[in-house]
């Protein structure tokens, strides 16, 4: 075969690491029999002009180097040749997540899923992408998403748990985060939820002129960090202010949830995290989702209420099926109530700026939870797993869990049902509630990992 490869990556990942990977991965296709063309070095940007040196390929291989939107897949995908992805796993060492490719893998495969496109996918590390169930079988066609809609419940059904729920849309989602796209009237209809859409430039505002006092609560909060001293004076106070600006919001116009363009615009443009006061709302029970997910804001709203507790919207970011474990991970994010250890202070891995929350998730059951629009269908996708005591796998907030069907199978699921990047997570075992209130919804319920 002809094999047209694109190396996909992003500067504000560890580029001298996703280089390094790079050159594993060409290693193993120029050891292939396949005729390898198309540009061989990292591709910063979504340079339109490298997909012509991919033209006259059988196949278009995307090399998920570190962490990309799914935008330029998207228009890879346009060509009309058939299209893959191998996207690359990395140590959890403790320190930050340096390349983040299986978020950008799940962004890619949930994008091209709405454009009903079934890619071939592969996770793995180029030392260990020469089994016979490796980069072969994804050339051979052989590891293709096979899409599942889910299963019509058979539990008793349930009553929405959150009727006329009230969402505020701050900024639009990030281009290619086809994850985080919504259509207002069908959320209406689907779960009567009403959403504001706001612009940005509002909430900086606020925040910038808010009165000491209204911001003095979050510096109580935040004072209880042990290293806090270490955080940029500015950056730290400007987050808070954003805590005290999103809680006025919400007295003011009776807000359930946000759903936050964090990104970039925060940083280059107000100059401090969100993250923190997200952590913060959350665990007051005013869930945030980041990247404008409006969907995840309306998930974590729904788990929340069953499980009478906090929930973070994580990213499932590596699965190890030789140790049968995932990592979910955030910025730094989670409400403080999911540790039982010393939380940390902390910035933003890429952006370097505060305030951002650092630990690992505490031991104990959880459940994860998802409104998925995969392939254009409203579903709900459920996991049940241990989160287990462990050493951080990445800074900011994140934990390593085990999932009850199993790494391997979940794996399986997550891209067969072409599943969101963002899951909400609640401690306890909440799924026949969530499967009960599926089947007053109407909706068909994919568990991850579960026989089919």
Same mark, same amino acid.
């Given at each position: 075969?002809?094999?047209?490869?694109?190396?996909?990556?992003?500067?504000?990942?560890?580029?001298? =690491?996703?280089?390094?990977?790079?050159?594993?991965?060409?290693?193993?296709?120029?050891?292939?029999?396949?005729?390898?063309?198309?540009?061989?070095? *990292?591709?910063?940007?979504?340079?339109?002009?490298?997909?012509?040196?991919?033209?006259?390929?059988?196949?278009?291989?995307?090399?998920?180097?570190?962490?990309?939107?799914?935008?330029?897949?998207?228009? +890879?995908?346009?060509?009309?040749?058939?299209?893959?992805?191998?996207?690359?796993?990395?140590? @959890?060492?403790?320190?930050?997540?340096? *390349?983040?490719?299986?978020? #950008?893998?799940?962004?890619?495969?949930?994008?091209?899923?709405?454009?009903?496109?079934?890619?071939?996918?592969?996770?793995?590390?180029?030392?260990?992408?020469?089994?016979?169930?490796?980069?072969?079988?994804?050339?051979?066609? /052989?590891?293709?998403?096979?899409?599942?809609? #889910?299963?019509?419940?058979?539990? /008793?059904?349930?009553?929405?748990?959150?009727?006329?729920?009230?969402?505020?849309?701050?900024?639009?989602?990030?281009?290619?985060?086809?994850?985080?796209?919504?259509? %207002?009237?069908?959320?209406?209809?689907?779960?009567?939820? &009403?959403?504001?859409?706001?612009?940005?430039?509002?909430?900086?505002?606020?925040?910038?002129?808010?009165?000491?006092?209204?911001?003095?609560?979050?510096?109580? %909060?935040?004072?209880?960090?042990?290293?806090?001293?270490?955080?940029?004076?500015?950056?730290?106070?400007?987050?808070?202010? *954003?805590?005290?600006?999103?809680?006025?919001? @919400?007295?003011?116009? %009776?807000? &359930?949830?946000?759903?936050?363009? !964090?990104?970039?615009?925060?940083?280059?443009? =107000?100059?401090?995290?969100? !993250? #923190?006061?997200?952590?913060?709302?959350?665990?007051?029970?005013?869930?945030?989702?980041?990247?404008?997910?409006?969907?995840?804001?309306?998930?974590?709203?729904?788990?929340? %209420?069953?499980?009478?507790?906090?929930?973070?919207?994580?990213?499932?970011?590596?699965?190890?099926?030789?140790?049968?474990?995932?990592?979910?991970?955030? !910025?730094? /994010?989670?409400?403080?109530?999911?540790?039982?250890?010393?939380? @940390?202070?902390?910035?933003?891995?890429?952006?370097?700026?505060?305030?951002?929350?650092?630990?690992?998730?505490?031991?104990?059951?959880?459940?994860?939870?998802?409104?998925?629009? $995969?392939?254009?269908?409203?579903?709900?996708?459920?996991?049940?797993?241990?989160?287990?005591?462990?050493?951080? $796998?990445?800074?900011?907030?994140?934990?390593?869990? @085990?999932?009850?069907?199993?790494?391997?199978?979940?794996?399986? &699921?997550?891209?067969?049902?072409?599943?969101?990047?963002?899951? $909400?997570?609640?401690?306890? &075992?909440?799924?026949?509630?969530?499967?009960?209130?599926?089947?007053?919804?109407?909706?068909?319920?994919?568990?991850? #990992?579960? +026989?089919?």
């Amino acid at each position: 075969m002809k094999i047209g490869i694109l190396p996909l990556a992003r500067p504000t990942f560890d580029v001298p =690491y996703a280089e390094e990977m790079l050159s594993g991965m060409l290693s193993v296709l120029d050891a292939s029999s396949h005729d390898v063309i198309g540009p061989r070095s *990292l591709l910063m940007e979504a340079d339109l002009a490298a997909l012509d040196a991919v033209r006259g390929a059988d196949l278009v291989l995307v090399l998920q180097v570190t962490f990309t939107d799914a935008s330029f897949v998207v228009e +890879a995908s346009k060509l009309g040749l058939p299209i893959a992805i191998w996207a690359v796993p990395e140590p @959890r060492l403790g320190g930050r997540l340096r *390349l983040n490719a299986f978020c #950008g893998l799940n962004l890619a495969n949930h994008a091209l899923g709405r454009n009903e496109i079934n890619p071939g996918w592969l996770y793995a590390d180029p030392k260990d992408a020469t089994t016979p169930d490796g980069l072969a079988a994804l050339l051979a066609g /052989q590891r293709n998403v096979n899409p599942i809609s #889910g299963d019509t419940p058979t539990t /008793q059904p349930r009553e929405f748990p959150v009727p006329n729920l009230k969402i505020a849309r701050i900024g639009m989602h990030p281009d290619g985060f086809d994850t985080c796209a919504y259509d %207002k009237g069908e959320l209406k209809a689907l779960t009567g939820a &009403d959403v504001t859409e706001m612009s940005l430039e509002p909430l900086f505002e606020m925040a910038r002129g808010l009165e000491d006092k209204k911001v003095e609560p979050y510096r109580k %909060k935040a004072a209880q960090l042990p290293n806090l001293s270490e955080m940029d004076a500015g950056e730290l106070d400007r987050s808070l202010r *954003l805590a005290g600006a999103l809680e006025m919001l @919400r007295s003011e116009n %009776k807000f &359930d949830a946000f759903a936050i363009r !964090c990104w970039p615009e925060t940083f280059t443009e =107000y100059g401090g995290a969100v !993250c #923190g006061p997200v952590s913060m709302m959350g665990e007051a029970r005013v869930p945030c989702a980041c990247e404008a997910d409006v969907y995840g804001a309306v998930t974590q709203a729904i788990l929340q %209420k069953i499980a009478d507790a906090p929930v973070f919207l994580a990213d499932l970011v590596d699965m190890d099926v030789g140790d049968d474990t995932g990592v979910v991970w955030h !910025c730094g /994010q989670a409400p403080l109530s999911m540790t039982d250890d010393e939380p @940390r202070a902390t910035v933003h891995t890429n952006r370097k700026q505060a305030l951002l929350y650092e630990f690992t998730l505490k031991p104990g059951r959880v459940t994860f939870f998802r409104l998925s629009q $995969a392939f254009g269908q409203p579903k709900i996708v459920i996991g049940t797993a241990e989160m287990l005591r462990s050493e951080m $796998a990445f800074t900011g907030t994140s934990g390593v869990v @085990r999932f009850d069907n199993g790494a391997e199978a979940v794996l399986r &699921d997550v891209m067969d049902s072409g599943l969101e990047h963002h899951m $909400a997570l609640a401690y306890g &075992d909440h799924a026949e509630m969530l499967r009960s209130i599926a089947a007053g919804m109407n909706m068909k319920v994919v568990e991850l #990992g579960a +026989a089919r």
